[in-house]
């Protein structure tokens, strides 16, 4: 998609080891239709099929619910209800026992689950559930969160609050102050293949469930618990998904316990797959905001107190929004030093669907925020927001770190912000091409160019420490073929096939040597989500020790068999060095495999050096930072508030990478994504409670005529992670989608230039083009124009 070379990071002794760019494993059965999905799997005799009923008021009580029509209704076979679940109908990821499988009496969003038919065919599960006949008595229902008051509406989880020096004071003391307020729109996770389980029954109390979800260890414990059995008598596996982004983290819950109960009750394979409008309706999204900021600084732009509230629209239930409300915290600060910050989340609960995980999980949120008091700054005192930004940075890694304590008192040690923006600088031509927008402006009544260059820094890990783990379990065969299995699940950012290179590398075999299996919690237990960006720097640890267990072995049996030091053992490019001869990989292990070692081993990581406490807002959150940054232009139609993305220059640290090709391909994708969240794509919910924006057709995803006309990405070929990660990359799933905050400021800077920058714009999102007149028009008004 960019423009750029892939070049690996070191000449490769083997076909396919890590810091190569090797083809995704899947590419090839992506494009060309291959790829098996779960509604791809050929299905077990006598499957049947499920379909939803949902509720149509928001929020209101269940007074009858008349199914029978639903139950004469071709194909049927059953309907469950909250009275057929057999254990506890609940699949509530924070323990709050306040995420019902189906609704027991009450409902509390317009779209929640009621009631399940189960049937001969998929379409007459779904035509049937339409017969029901339910009454309500509505109630009261709360939509929005624009005007409530954070401090006394009800919150669904404790909130946080992350402080650090004398924030009051700061601000009522400093030369200069603002105060203000930004909206911050949410976002759909529209990945290409919907919420979908298939559930076949076995003996006992065992089922086998195949489950679109980046929790299987998760959907394994929701199932057992709903069943009312041990998570022993449950297995889930996963092969791919088609895509995640975190909206199938707690969400594939719910359509893999149905299918799992059905499929118990029944006796037969039963699938539940919901439709693109369904699945919009009925699943919970990335959390809206609403963020109030206090600045005080001094006439320069140094920041010298903040002070947020980061207000979020959590829906009915907890779901995640507490550690979502968390992460927008720890991000608040961004690459910036605050001397003085206090920053609180409200967690509001409103009757709408229960928000949940998406990509960056409250850290762009944070982002956002930020960047608009840097903003608001650079106007205050008329200069160019880039100069207010490099102002206010962390101390750079190295330096004596006088201002490199974050909002949760852990220290900046790996800042290397200051390098990237200035080579971004220089190499997108920054001060040169500022000038010419300048004047193309000047002299141009109608269109109106921005520029824009923002930064990112990202802490990677979970928050919860327990999350910080993972399994991995690796087989050699005799023939010497390996068998790799993690916890890790793959939605297309290429997990597989980097776990896969760390394996290769390991032995020192050719990575097509290497079988990437289906992850199943039958082989790995216990594992985390795929989530944090910890994908790769979890499982790739875990694998490597699993390799390493074995090789060590090898290295033990074949310095005892030939009598030579352990020393003169060494792997080579697809064969062993035993003193002074070669003997072929698969030799060495049929040797091995003939003296009875054992060629498996469990691998396992746990994240070292990360504390957490909650309670007292401190602690060392994050194993290491992630950095990037982006400048974008765009041109924008001040008749009409259109606009069109011009050129994107992004420069990221992944430390050494992985493969560079799947990690450009990231942040390719998660730019465009974040783009997209910030510019076009706007969810709308009516006086009713009712999503209006649930399809193609009413919610603007971006396509591939909105990337930039020029589009140019490159990693930093000098940066390395300071921790000691899996060869010493860093992640790269969600710090790359922050880089799209740049085109939502450089709209900004478009949009000022109506009134000569005088006027901050405090452009809300999403910039939809409407959006931006709206506050051109405003702008105008101001200027008296």
């Known amino acids: 998609m960019g423009n750029h070379p ?59 619910m008349d199914l029978s029509e639903v139950r004469r209704a071709p194909g049927v076979v059953t309907v469950l209800t909250a009275q057929d679940v057999p254990g506890v109908n609940d699949i509530s ?42 009454e309500y008595e509505e109630l009261p229902g709360v939509i929005d969160i624009w005007d409530l008051d954070a401090e006394s509406h009800k919150q669904v989880f404790t909130p946080l609050t992350l402080k650090r020096g004398d924030a009051p004071e700061a601000i009522a003391k400093a030369p200069r102050r603002v105060k203000g307020r930004m909206r911050l729109g949410g976002q759909d996770h529209f990945y290409l293949e919907g919420q979908i389980s298939l559930a076949v029954p076995g003996e006992d109390d065992e089922v086998t469930v195949y489950c679109s979800t980046q929790g299987p260890s998760e ?100 779901d995640l929004s507490g550690p979502v409300g968390d992460r927008a915290l720890f991000h608040c600060d961004n690459t910036y030093f605050f001397p003085h910050v206090v920053a609180k989340s409200a967690l509001l609960k409103t009757n709408t669907v229960s928000n949940t995980a998406f990509r960056g999980f409250g850290g762009p949120q944070g982002m956002v925020g930020a960047e608009r008091v840097i903003e608001e700054v650079a106007f205050a005192v008329g200069k160019d927001p880039l100069e207010i930004r490099k102002l206010n940075f962390y101390d750079p890694m190295g330096s004596e770190g006088e201002r490199n304590v974050t909002p949760y008192h852990q220290k900046v040690e790996d800042c290397i912000i200051q390098q990237i923006v200035a080579e971004l600088e220089e190499k997108a031509d920054y001060a040169g091409r500022r000038r010419e927008i300048a004047a193309f402006n000047a002299n141009s009544r109608y269109i109106k160019r921005g520029l824009a260059l923002t930064p990112v820094k990202f802490g990677i890990s979970f928050t919860k420490t327990e999350s910080n783990q993972a399994g991995a379990l690796v087989h050699v065969y005799a023939d010497g073929s390996v068998h790799m299995n993690h916890g890790g699940t793959e939605m297309g950012q290429g997990l597989h096939l980097k776990v896969a290179q760390v394996v290769a590398e390991e032995f020192q075999i050719d990575l097509d040597r ?12 216990n594992t985390s989500p795929t989530a944090a960006s910890s994908g790769a720097d979890l499982n790739g640890m875990a694998a490597q020790n699993a390799a390493r267990q074995i090789k060590k072995r090898l290295i033990d049996f074949a310095a005892d068999k030939f009598g030579v030091p352990h020393e003169q053992v060494v792997f080579l490019p697809n064969r062993v060095r035993v003193g002074n001869q070669e003997i072929p990989f698969n030799e060495i292990v049929r040797l091995a495999y003939m003296s009875r070692v054992q060629l498996s081993a469990a691998g396992f990581y746990k994240t070292p050096k990360i504390h957490w406490d909650r309670s007292a807002g401190k602690g060392h959150a994050f194993y290491y930072f992630a950095y990037g940054a982006a400048c974008s232009e765009v041109s924008v139609d001040t008749l009409t508030g259109e606009y069109v993305l011009e050129r994107t220059d992004i420069l990221h640290d992944v430390g050494r990478s992985l493969n560079p090709a799947i990690d450009l391909g990231q942040i390719e994708g998660g730019f465009i994504q974040g783009a997209g969240w910030l510019t076009t794509e706007e969810l709308v919910w009516d006086d009713k409670g009712r999503l209006r924006t649930h399809g193609p057709s009413t919610y603007k995803i971006p396509l591939a005529s909105d990337r930039p006309k020029i589009f140019n990405v490159a990693l930093t070929d000098w940066s390395q992670a300071y921790e000691p990660t899996i060869h010493r990359s860093k992640a790269v799933g969600e710090p790359p989608l922050p880089l799209g905050i740049s085109v939502l400021h450089a709209l900004s800077d478009a949009v000022a230039s109506v009134c000569d920058h005088k006027v901050c714009p405090r452009l809300d999102a999403p910039a939809t083009p409407e959006r931006v007149l709206m506050t051109i028009e405003r702008l105008k008004a101001e200027a008296g124009r």
Do not use: W
């Open 93 to 134: 990821p924070s323990g709050m026992n306040d995420d019902p499988i189906l609704a027991d009496g009450k409902v509390e969003f317009h779209g929640q689950p009621i009631f399940c038919v189960i049937a001969e065919t998929r379409h007459q599960a779904r035509r049937a559930a339409r017969l029901a006949r339910v």
């Open 219 to 318: 959907t394994q414990h929701m199932i057992a618990q709903a069943l009312g059995v041990a998570s022993h008598a449950v297995t889930v596996e996963i092969r791919r998904m088609g895509g995640g982004f975190g909206g199938k983290e707690t969400q594939a819950n719910q359509t893999a316990v149905l299918a799992a109960i059905a499929a118990k009750k029944l006796g037969r394979p039963v699938k539940l797959r919901l439709d693109r409008d369904e699945d919009m309706m009925a699943t919970g999204k990335r959390h809206d905001f609403a963020i109030d900021y206090d600045i005080g600084f001094d006439d320069e732009g140094r920041i010298l107190g903040v002070d947020y509230t980061f207000a979020l629209r959590a829906g009915f239930s907890a």
């Open 514 to 525: 290497v079988r990437i299996t289906a992850t199943t919690t039958g082989k790995v237990p």
């Open 6 to 64: 892939v070049q690996d990071l070191k000449a490769a002794r083997i076909k396919g080891g890590v810091h190569t760019s090797e083809r995704h494993d899947s590419a090839h059965k992506h494009v060309s239709g291959a790829a098996i999905y779960i509604d791809d799997i050929a299905e077990p005799a006598g499957t049947l099929h499920a379909g939803l009923g949902f509720s149509t008021v928001a929020h209101g009580v269940i007074k009858s």
